[in-house]
């Protein structure tokens, strides 16, 4: 009996002392860490607070004590709401779960409307888990739903070495074109002299009896030395295409502003070099 006229007299002093449309009951709190334990005055009166409501002295639990029944029925949340002259009831508890806690909180409107939302928030300090109940709880009151909190950023680490060196400029598709091209024309350049020394093998074998085999000789000899002159130069250009091909790709590689290029002179090519001057 002393309990529950105590119980009376506390929730009669906590109305009368704020005359409040919407009272909050101190949340339960169960196996919490010890740096969170006495969290839960702090975190009752910052979610008064936010919702402009007043705060009870005693739990929800001793106020339905008194009235002998349990928070699970509306019945006796109406009677503790008549005994305050509230409008609404919140109440909740506050438990670990895992590496986070679990808060639960109930909103219960004479009428009745029962509204409960269950939520875990992470809090190492008492100041960051009244700011986590508090924004989370806001949608409950029309407030906004809090924003999902960004992914961690991973951290930064300094440059290796490899990665603090500039990058390799690269050779251009151009430049392996050329090289290419002078490989292809030097390839042709060999096919043709390949074919003017078996064209001279041939004439080495040719009967030479008759008028008829002279001139077959004379005709084998001159199909070989055209062969052989385009071979030369096929050769000596595509020679010349690979080297001007090879110079230019050093110069891309080594970043300098020097161009290489095959200019065809009398008699020939040259190569023709050029420098940007700074």
Same mark, same amino acid.
């Given at each position: 009996m002393i309990r529950v006229a105590v119980a009376v007299?506390?929730? !009669?002093?906590?109305? #009368?002392? !704020? @005359? &409040?449309? %919407?009272l909050v009951f101190p949340l339960g709190t169960k196996h919490l860490p010890a740096k969170l334990a006495d969290a839960s005055p702090a975190v009752t009166r910052a979610l008064a607070d936010s919702i402009g409501a007043g705060v009870a002295k005693v739990s929800i639990d001793v106020a339905a004590e008194v009235f002998g029944c349990d928070t699970e029925s509306t019945s006796c949340l109406e009677h503790v709401a008549d005994s305050v002259a509230a409008q609404r009831l919140v109440f909740g508890t506050i438990a670990p779960a895992g590496d986070a806690l679990r808060v639960?909180?109930?909103? /219960? @409107? *004479?009428? &009745?409307?029962?509204?409960?939302? %269950? /939520?875990? $928030? %992470?809090?190492?300090?008492s100041d960051e888990l009244v700011a986590a109940v508090v924004r989370a709880a806001a949608p409950m009151f029309?407030?906004?739903?809090?924003? =999902? #909190? #960004? =992914? &961690?950023?991973? =951290?930064? *680490?300094? =440059?290796?070495?490899r990665e603090r060196e500039p990058a390799q400029p690269a050779i251009t598709t151009g430049t392996w074109l050329v090289i290419g091209g002078g490989a292809a024309l030097a390839a042709a350049g060999g096919g043709f002299l390949w074919s003017a020394h078996r064209l001279s093998d041939e $004439?080495?074998?040719? &009967?030479?009896?008759? @008028?008829? @085999?002279?001139l077959h000789l004379v005709e084998l000899e001159d199909r070989?030395?055209? *062969?052989?002159?385009?071979?030369?130069?096929? $050769?000596? $250009?595509g020679a010349a295409v690979v080297v001007a091909g090879a110079i230019r790709a050093v110069v891309q590689r080594s970043k300098r502003t020097d161009s290489v290029a095959l200019v065809p002179v009398a008699g020939g090519a040259a190569l023709v070099f050029a420098k940007e001057l700074r």
């Open positions: 007299l506390l929730l !009669a002093c906590a109305t #009368a002392a !704020a @005359d &409040p449309k %919407t639960t909180l109930t909103r /219960f @409107d *004479r009428g &009745p409307t029962r509204q409960q939302r %269950t /939520f875990e $928030v %992470t809090a190492h300090t029309g407030g906004a739903e809090p924003e =999902p #909190a #960004a =992914p &961690p950023r991973p =951290p930064s *680490r300094a =440059p290796s070495e $004439v080495a074998r040719a &009967p030479k009896q008759t @008028d008829a @085999d002279f070989g030395r055209t *062969r052989a002159y385009t071979g030369d130069v096929l $050769v000596a $250009v």
